[in-house]
């Protein structure tokens, strides 16, 4: 269940750092044709611009809400940790016990 979550959270960490570079990508190229002159140009530019706030803005949003939900399941971890100890250690031998029959079988 971990692992899965964990793999969820830098699945989502990938998609926030890809969006951010595509949206730099896309300020650098609205940059370089700032020289080009034209009321329809123009008015293409003010849109992606718009948009493009409107992306920032909204993947912002999502890595807020990604990093308090990493924080949140931290923080139940934690506390699941502290209140059950003996417990989590019993679970966590199993998983090793798991993995090291797994190994040992290839």
């Known amino acids: 269940m971990a692992t899965s ?14 969006m ?3 949206i730099a990508d896309a300020e650098d190229m609205l940059q370089e044709t ?3 002159v034209g009321d329809k140009f123009a008015r293409l530019r003010s849109r992606i611009q718009d948009r493009l706030k409107d992306a ?7 890595e807020e809400a990604l990093v308090y939900k990493t924080r949140a399941a931290a923080r139940a971890t934690d506390d699941y940790v502290h209140a059950s ?3 989590a250690i019993g679970i ?6 798991l993995v090291g029959l797994a ?4």
């Open 92 to 97: 966590a031998a199993g998983v090793g016990v």
């Open 85 to 87: 100890p003996w417990t």
């Open 34 to 36: 700032a020289d080009q």
């Open 56 to 62: 920032r803005a909204r993947l912002e949003d999502a």
């Open 5 to 18: 979550h964990s793999s969820t959270v830098s699945e989502q960490e990938q998609i926030v750092s890809d």
């Open 103 to 106: 190994l040992s079988r290839r």
């Open 20 to 22: 951010k570079s595509s």
